[in-house]
């Protein structure tokens, strides 16, 4: 508890609180402007004389509605107790400042107005991004946000994804919705050779038949009605980069056909045209159903299937990598803190079991979005309990078993085998059969690839 001389008049407050670095606003009781330092002034850019006496929400009146509504509520929780102090930051002129607001009360407990104090802390935001980047580039060699992660499920996968980068063979993700799989194609694009050309993504159960092929394979002039000039497909529109086929399962199997012919010849025809052209374009394809399935009931052609399937990666659901939840979640709070200028909070430990506990039936995806929520509606430091979807804290459903492998889907050893030997096979044909450069190609050592062409059967 604080002491103070009785003889201390206003005068010498006033001195003390102008000749502060921080800058201080007070509002009284009924949320006017009582007090404005010079520090405020200059962080703020306004001038003291023309808001002292003004009611707080009426310099929002250019805002929208929202804003407006959020500083009302935040007050009122101030004045009613429910909230001890709030925090925001806010950017000005290339700075960054935390404002903090206490509520401040008599002996007897009156409310008597709104301390806001602002502080300069650009230089330690600028300190915990870059803290924040290495720590990405620690928990992910690709350094995207949210391919994070050092469960046992995880580590493998990600060893599968950066050989992948290095060739140019057919990739097949497979996974439940909302498990990465677009994420994934992208890292695999950044960090492959074609990386400064386009990756194009294309939806295939967004677009109905009629349209599917003009978007794929491009049209002429006059090709249908309504065809008024000539249009690239969008494998001409990923020449020399990648294009990613997500939810390929829902393409016709007309469309199928065309896809086919393309994989086999790389050769595109627009619409209403006789002319091939060629297109070099790694493909990348993606689906939540179990393809060596769909086949087998007619719905999806096995020669597809087949040309898909070179480089299977399948990702597991978030109840798999449980070891993964709270990294992904701080990684999401980070970024979401950023975005809407909040200070980066805790987890309280009420939250952090309910985030372990918790199902994912919509995967990483449905994380992402309950901690986007969670950080919109905080208004202290600390993400608690009350700030997660009602899903998260109601009482759990019956046990739900983990999705069973597709079958036949070779096991994880077997796909990591069967990249290596392709990678292997690939560099010994770029390098004329000279093991030297191959394994330098290859970034390993002539030992490895020995032992390794040995294991695999490569003679």
Known sequence: MGFEKE??????????????????????????????????????GIRAEDYLGRHILTIFTTHPPHVSERVQKMLETLKSGLLPFHTHVIKVRGKIFENSYYPIRDKEGNYLGTLMVSRDITEKEQLK???????EQVLSEFGCCDLIGNSDVMRPIFQIITAAAAVDSTILLTGESGTGKELVARAIHQHSQRKDHPMIKVNCAALPDTLLESELF??????????????????????????????????????????????????????????????????IAATNRDLRREAERGRFREDLFYRLNVIPIHLPPLRERREDILALARQFLNRFAEKMHKPVME?????????LEYGYPGNVRELENAIERAVALSLGSTLGLENLPLEFTAPPPAAVLPAAHPAGAPSLAESVHSLEKTAIEEALRATGNRKGEAARLLGISRKTLWEKMKLLGIV
């Open 7 to 44: 003889t201390m008049n206003h005068a010498v407050y006033r001195a003390i609180l102008a000749s502060m670095g921080e800058g201080i606003v007070f509002l009284d009781a009924d949320d006017r402007f009582a007090y404005i330092n010079a520090a405020a002034e200059k962080i703020r």
């Open 129 to 135: 991004e870059e803290n924040l980047t290495l720590r």
């Open 218 to 283: 491009g049209h002429e002039k006059g090709a249908f009605t309504g065809a008024i000039k000539e249009r690239k497909g969008k494998f001409e529109q990923a020449h020399g980069g990648t294009i990613f086929l997500d939810e390929i399962a829902e393409m016709s199997l007309a469309a199928q056909a065309k896809l086919l012919r393309v994989l086999q010849e790389r050769t595109v025809e627009r619409l209403g045209s006789t002319r091939e052209i060629r297109v070099d374009v790694r493909i």
């Open 347 to 355: 987890i309280a430990p009420e939250a952090r079991k309910a985030l």
